[in-house]
């Protein structure tokens, strides 16, 4: 099928199912226009397929073979360059058109600055938003623009959306209160654990969009990303929560989000690209 606002780019290595046909479809969003930092995350998605060559399809771990589960990619979503707002519309369009053609579709967006997600989830109309992320991302507004990386999960509380954040040492006192005022709760990266995880999540209302900004990991696994922050989450401890979303509420969509870079094998993607089979992975083991 066609969409309005997405191209063509390297696809993953295994035979691919039509988007109308697929339970998982792929999306990149090379937006990379209000990076305050470290640059490249327009190259995000590029890299994290490209790094998928390196696994194997097979995912051990669940004696799944992800090649045999129906897969789309429908490649990268136009940007209109500086604007997130207007980039966030078109991802939004195409996840709406993608529902559209295949209601039980789980929308995959790689990215690409955090602000996307926003699209994503105004598309999916989830009722918990459940982050893995360094930073809180409640500012009001961040270099002037409400639609900045940095104000993202600002955005999505004010649809009404529940949240529950992950891997946090990074925010203002501002955020902090903002958080405290409307419930959202979130643990330092610092007191993370599995059982703190589930402890948050259980209660939260489904489905679920789960957004993973890689600078949630430890440093050492993710250099590569706009906001970089040592002191993160280990590998398994993300791997282990996503499984448990998976095996325990309805999935409304997913993302890895945030990967920059600008050599191919780069670390940061590599990280990107194991945790995208693994979700992949745990889902078709269901
Ligand atoms: N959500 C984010 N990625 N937030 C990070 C915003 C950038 C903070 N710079 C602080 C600079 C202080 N001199
Ligand atoms: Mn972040
Ligand atoms: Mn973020």
């Given at each position: ?27 990149g969003v090379p937006?990379d ?5 470290k640059?490249g995350a327009r190259f995000g998605p590029t890299l994290i397929r490209h790094a ?57 967006l790689l990215g690409g600055e955090h ?97 993973i900004d890689i600078d949630?990991f430890?440093?050492?696994l993710v250099p590569s990303t706009g ?28 993302d890895i989000m945030e990967v920059a870079g600008?050599?191919?094998?780069d670390v940061t993607a590599l990280t990107a690209a194991?945790l995208l ?10």
């Amino acid at each position: 099928m066609d969409f309005l606002y997405t191209y063509e780019t390297l696809k993953l290595e295994f035979p691919l199912a039509e988007p109308e046909d697929a339970r998982f479809v792929i999306l990149g969003v090379p937006f990379d226009g209000t990076t305050s930092f470290k640059p490249g995350a327009r190259f995000g998605p590029t890299l994290i397929r490209h790094a998928t060559l390196n696994l194997e399809s097979y995912v051990l771990d669940y004696d799944v073979d992800i090649a045999e589960l129906p897969i789309a990619d429908i490649g990268d979503v136009a940007v209109v360059a500086g604007d997130p707002r207007k980039t966030a519309d078109r991802v939004r369009e195409t996840v709406e058109e993608l529902k559209r053609a295949n209601p039980s579709v789980i929308p995959i967006l790689l990215g690409g600055e955090h602000s996307q997600t926003l699209g994503a989830v105004e598309a999916l109309k989830p009722k918990s938003y459940v982050v893995f992320d360094a930073h809180l991302d409640l500012r009001e507004s961040y270099e002037d623009n409400p639609y900045n990386h940095a104000c993202v999960a600002r955005r999505i509380a004010e649809l009404g959306v529940k949240e529950a954040m992950f891997g946090i040492r990074s925010g203002t006192r501002e955020e902090v209160a903002y958080a405290e005022e409307s419930g959202i709760q979130w643990v330092h990266a610092r007191d993370y654990s599995f059982d703190a995880f589930v402890e948050l999540v259980k209660p939260l209302p489904e489905p679920v969009y789960i957004s993973i900004d890689i600078d949630a990991f430890d440093l050492s696994l993710v250099p590569s990303t706009g906001t970089p922050e040592a002191g993160g989450l280990r590998f398994w401890d993300v791997v282990e929560a996503v499984e448990w979303l998976v095996e325990n509420k309805r999935i409304a969509g997913f993302d890895i989000m945030e990967v920059a870079g600008s050599e191919l094998g780069d670390v940061t993607a590599l990280t990107a690209a194991k945790l995208l089979f693994h979700f992949i992975g745990a889902m078709g083991r269901l």
